[in-house]
């Protein structure tokens, strides 16, 4: 084993492009955290193999919050509150009524219990990585505009160090193992703030001049497992 880092903010997402929320601690699954990203909703009219309403589309989805109320292996009951403060549950038709005439476009919500992940079921990005892109873009530092599930702080590492962990095995904690699958190809998303949904421009031309268009990584659970923020991280070797 060699040791990289510590995980310091465990993330999920119940509503793909909706604000996350944060765990003190989570089981790793097969197919990721529980209730991560498990509902999306659909563009109706869409044709292509990326059919879901994101903040690409109506950027101001970022500002709306979830909170999980249950979670099962069949079900994840969830509320979204609106910016305005407005609550809804997430398979009410009031909710999807209300984004459709924000958005401009008709939607339909998908419940999926694998979820509806861009790549893959769990995204990880280190601290330090987020900290040289804002130094380098010139903007402040915040990594919830990369929408990790781990965000973890490298020992003696360097900004973007992950990235050459490809192809190897992450160990979170004692049990919890996760194939690192590809590099994360990054778009217009990282540009929003999380908070406001205001774009800087900045940040994804940072990106992609300076580092390929790459920030993060990608995995799969190989063995299931209890994490908890704090947890030692190592590469197995």
């Known amino acids: 084993m060699q040791?990289?880092?510590?995980?310091?903010?465990?993330?999920?997402?119940?509503?793909?492009?909706?604000?996350?929320?944060s765990l003190d601690s989570s089981s790793l699954t097969l197919q990721g955290i529980p209730a991560d990203r498990r509902y999306a909703f659909v563009q109706t009219a869409s044709r292509s193999s990326f059919p879901w309403l994101t903040a690409r589309e109506y950027p101001e989805l970022l500002c709306y919050s979830t909170r999980t109320e249950k979670?099962?292996?069949?079900?994840?009951?969830?509320?979204?509150t609106a910016p305005d403060g407005e609550t809804f549950l997430v398979r009410s038709d009031e909710l999807r009524l209300a984004l459709e005439a924000r958005s401009g476009r008709g939607?339909?919500?998908?419940?999926?219990?694998?979820?509806?992940?861009?790549?893959?079921?769990?995204?990880?990005?280190?601290?330090?990585?987020?900290?040289?892109?804002a130094q380098e873009s010139e903007t402040e530092d915040d990594a919830l505009r990369?929408?990790?599930?781990?965000?973890?702080?490298?020992?003696?590492?360097?900004?973007f160090d992950e990235l050459n962990w490809v192809g190897k095995v992450l160990r979170v904690g004692d049990v919890a193992r996760i194939a690192i699958t590809q590099v994360d190809q990054r778009c217009m998303m990282i540009t929003l703030d999380p908070a406001t949904a205001k774009a800087s421009p900045a940040i994804?031309?940072?990106?992609?001049?300076?580092?390929?268009?790459?920030?993060?990584?990608?995995?799969?659970?190989?063995t299931a497992g209890e994490v908890r923020v704090g947890d030692r991280v190592s590469l197995e070797m």
Not at 3 to 21: F, I, T
Not at 146 to 159: I, M, S, V, Y
Not at 204 to 222: D, E, M, S
Request: charged fraction near 25%; proline fraction near 6%.
């Open 71 to 80: 979670v099962s292996p069949a079900e994840a009951e969830v509320t979204v």
């Open 146 to 159: 990369f929408r990790p599930n781990l965000l973890l702080d490298l020992e003696q590492g360097e900004a």
């Open 204 to 222: 994804l031309r940072c990106v992609t001049q300076q580092h390929k268009q790459c920030a993060g990584i990608y995995g799969t659970v190989l």
């Open 107 to 133: 939607l339909f919500l998908l419940y999926d219990y694998r979820g509806s992940y861009d790549v893959a079921p769990i995204s990880v990005i280190s601290r330090q990585t987020t900290e040289r892109i």
């Open 3 to 21: 040791p990289v880092g510590v995980l310091r903010e465990l993330r999920r997402y119940p509503v793909k492009s909706m604000r996350g929320e």
